[in-house]
């Protein structure tokens, strides 16, 4: 008989309100580059950032800030560490899973600017690729409008 890996359980609502609230509503930087999460799940997590005036990087030719492109990065690896925790311990209930993040912080990141950030909008999507006991790594990717890759990401995150 085939091996079939199960899907892990889909996270409960207050647990992707709660992620989404941190994300959204309560890191000050987030709200300015308007990131909006999009799909929360154990094994990736998506965003979406508008384009703005105040994100510009350079007039003449009205691309996105490569600091924008960053922390948009940044933001989406912290959020598919964390997603990645709360699937580890879904025995939980979703507010104490929510608390375990104290400690998470960036120690490592390194951003490939592949294409100009040009465009109405930008999708993000982010992965860990492991996640150990006191590390995890992670790989992101920065999409145009039109789902072409514009830039790479991969980080490496203290979580204890």
């Given amino acids: 008989m085939p091996f079939t890996p ?12 709660g992620l989404k609230s941190v994300f959204e509503e309560k890191i000050p930087f987030n709200q300015l580059i308007g990131l909006q999460i999009g799909e929360l799940c154990a094994q990736y997590v998506t965003a979406r950032i508008d384009m703005r005036p105040e994100l510009v990087g350079h007039f003449v030719h009205q691309r996105l800030h490569g600091g924008v492109i960053s922390a948009g990065l940044d933001a989406m690896g912290g959020l598919a560490v964390m997603a990645a925790i709360g699937a580890r311990h879904m025995d939980e209930a979703p507010a104490q899973r929510l608390q375990r993040f104290g400690k998470l912080g960036t120690i490592d990141l390194r951003v490939d600017y592949l294409r100009p950030g040009i465009g109405s909008h930008f999708g993000l999507r982010a992965e860990v690729l492991r996640l150990g006991s006191r590390v995890a790594s992670t790989r992101m990717e920065f999409m145009g409008p039109d789902g072409v890759l514009m830039s790479t990401a ?7």
């Fill in 6 to 17: 199960t899907a892990p359980p889909a996270f409960e609502d207050e647990f992707v309100a």
């Fill in 154 to 160: 991969a980080a490496a995150y203290i979580v204890s």
